[in-house]
């Protein structure tokens, strides 16, 4: 009976246990990790304890006592959960006194705080652009840009990592194309990119590529997830680092990583926030980020700020020096926290990640779909919390894992 009425369809479970099987067999199956317990980088994974070189606290401000109590004393305050919206039930101080800061620090009229990056992306993209208009991302953009360039039902391109040239000739490719498109309704374009690149830890050539779409009439969504906290005198990004804030449209950041606490923003103009408000699915349709995690990002923003950030920003950059210095294959000067060890064979990073493992040092293989097929790598993440110890114990352990069984590909 149960078989008629499936239409020959498989049951659930089956299905994804087949899906889940490929995987296996392709070496990309992912399983959670439990962790028993966290001492600032050291955690403690089945018993055991071992150095966690792979998070994206880049100041370790994320077991700072002072976001602990921020968030605490919200939570006494305001209650565990918003509640709602906050375009239903009002819009509470700890995410007033949020977007405040947030502007403040990226120095834009206005900010907007979202309950993670990932949502900041997936509301404001398709609140920007729609059918008819053109999404032009780096071709390493993080998924969340990607899914949310998708949704938009705009017409969407990558161009080559990091390649002004390559981009400004897609923006021609798309002036000369689309007359029609231009008549009617001026073709909105947004161009995508990384400050710094998660997965690879490069920076954007970020005044070329504000030159190219400049000369285009093209939006500019600079993601700096990877480069708050560790770029510019302000830790607010690279394009404070380089002096073209006011030259980016869209500001977009965690508040997850070197801010220490969880959430996304967007920072731009005032009409841009009053628009997003309105139109940003993700904003207008979901509840408001808990109001301990808004406190304690605008606590890890004060810090990021403060002399004492200037001191963590330095500690952070020694230690991802001394790492690069140490590393086991020529490593370029960093850009960011970011140090992949690209090892291209899925198995083999799989491999090196145990080895690292057996050794003491938590970080895990990472593999396609976050980064295309037979580009596995072993991605690094250096803090500020890291003792020197810490990093010269990993760049032995990182040696010996070299010297061992396999060769890492060039
Ligand atoms: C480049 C980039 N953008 C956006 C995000 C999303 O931020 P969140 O973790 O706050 O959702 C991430 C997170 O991994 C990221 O690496």
């Given at each position: 009976?149960?078989?008629?009425?499936?239409?020959?369809?498989?049951?659930?479970?089956?299905a994804?246990?087949?899906?889940?099987?490929?995987?296996?067999?392709?070496?990309?199956?992912?399983?959670?990790?439990?962790?028993?317990?966290?001492?600032?980088?050291?955690?403690?994974?089945?018993?055991?304890?071992?150095?966690?070189?792979?998070?994206?606290?880049?100041?370790?401000?994320?077991?700072?006592?002072?976001?602990?109590?921020?968030?605490?004393?919200?939570?006494?305050?305001?209650?565990?959960?918003?509640?709602?919206?906050?375009?239903?039930?009002?819009?509470?101080?700890?995410?007033?006194?949020?977007?405040?800061?947030?502007?403040?620090?990226?120095q834009?009229?206005?900010?907007?705080a979202?309950?993670?990056?990932?949502a900041?992306?997936?509301?404001?993209?398709?609140?920007?652009?729609?059918?008819?208009?053109?999404?032009l991302?780096?071709?390493l953009?993080?998924?969340?840009?990607?899914?949310?360039?998708?949704?938009?039902?705009?017409?969407?391109?990558?161009?080559?990592?990091?390649?002004?040239?390559?981009?400004q000739?897609?923006?021609?490719q798309?002036?000369?194309?689309?007359?029609?498109?231009?008549?009617?309704?001026?073709?909105?374009?947004?161009?995508?990119?990384?400050?710094?690149?998660?997965?690879?830890?490069?920076?954007?050539?970020?005044?070329?590529?504000?030159?190219?779409?400049?000369?285009?009439g093209?939006?500019?969504?600079?993601?700096?997830?990877?480069?708050?906290?560790?770029?510019?005198?302000?830790?607010?990004?690279?394009?404070?680092?380089?002096?073209?804030?006011?030259?980016?449209?869209?500001?977009?950041?965690?508040l997850?990583?070197?801010?220490?606490?969880?959430?996304?923003?967007i920072?731009?103009?005032?009409?841009?926030?009053?628009?997003?408000?309105?139109?940003?699915?993700?904003?207008?349709?979901?509840?408001?980020?808990?109001?301990?995690?808004?406190?304690?990002?605008?606590?890890?923003?004060?810090?990021?700020?403060?002399?004492?950030?200037?001191?963590?920003?330095?500690?952070?950059?020694?230690?991802?020096?001394?790492?690069?210095?140490r590393?086991?294959?020529?490593?370029?000067?960093?850009q960011?926290?970011?140090?992949p060890?690209?090892?291209?064979?899925?198995d083999?990073?799989?491999?090196?990640?145990?080895?690292?493992?057996?050794?003491?040092?938590?970080?895990?293989?990472?593999?396609?779909?976050?980064?295309?097929?037979?580009?596995a790598?072993?991605?690094?993440?250096?803090?500020?919390?890291?003792?020197?110890?810490?990093?010269?114990?990993?760049?032995?352990?990182?040696?010996?894992?070299?010297?061992?069984?396999?060769?890492?590909?060039?």
């Amino acid at each position: 009976m149960a078989s008629d009425a499936s239409h020959g369809r498989p049951p659930l479970d089956l299905a994804l246990r087949e899906a889940l099987d490929e995987r296996e067999r392709a070496g990309l199956r992912r399983q959670l990790r439990p962790v028993q317990a966290r001492d600032g980088t050291v955690v403690t994974l089945g018993g055991r304890k071992v150095v966690n070189v792979a998070s994206n606290d880049y100041l370790g401000l994320s077991t700072h006592p002072a976001l602990a109590e921020a968030a605490a004393r919200a939570a006494r305050d305001w209650g565990a959960g918003s509640g709602a919206s906050r375009l239903i039930c009002g819009s509470h101080a700890p995410h007033q006194d949020l977007e405040e800061s947030i502007a403040s620090w990226q120095q834009t009229p206005a900010a907007l705080a979202f309950a993670s990056g990932f949502a900041a992306a997936s509301g404001t993209i398709p609140a920007l652009v729609g059918p008819g208009d053109l999404v032009l991302l780096d071709r390493l953009s993080h998924a969340c840009c990607i899914d949310a360039a998708k949704a938009s039902g705009a017409t969407w391109r990558p161009f080559h990592h990091n390649d002004p040239d390559h981009l400004q000739r897609l923006l021609q490719q798309a002036d000369s194309s689309h007359p029609a498109a231009r008549a009617t309704r001026r073709r909105r374009v947004l161009v995508v990119t990384e400050a710094v690149f998660s997965m690879d830890g490069d920076a954007a050539a970020l005044e070329d590529i504000i030159e190219v779409k400049d000369r285009h009439g093209a939006w500019l969504l600079l993601d700096e997830a990877h480069a708050t906290g560790l770029h510019g005198p302000r830790g607010a990004g690279l394009a404070e680092a380089r002096g073209l804030g006011p030259r980016v449209e869209v500001h977009l950041g965690t508040l997850g990583k070197a801010v220490g606490a969880s959430g996304g923003f967007i920072a731009g103009s005032r009409t841009l926030v009053d628009w997003l408000v309105n139109a940003a699915r993700s904003f207008v349709f979901s509840t408001a980020p808990a109001p301990a995690a808004a406190a304690a990002a605008t606590e890890g923003i004060r810090i990021i700020q403060s002399n004492e950030g200037e001191a963590l920003r330095q500690q952070a950059w020694r230690n991802i020096r001394d790492l690069a210095s140490r590393f086991p294959i020529p490593c370029p000067d960093p850009q960011g926290a970011i140090l992949p060890w690209i090892l291209g064979d899925e198995d083999r990073a799989m491999q090196a990640a145990q080895l690292l493992l057996d050794a003491g040092f938590l970080a895990p293989a990472i593999r396609y779909p976050t980064v295309p097929r037979r580009a596995a790598r072993i991605r690094l993440t250096m803090s500020a919390a890291h003792s020197p110890g810490q990093v010269h114990q990993l760049a032995d352990a990182l040696a010996c894992v070299a010297s061992g069984p396999f060769t890492p590909t060039p």
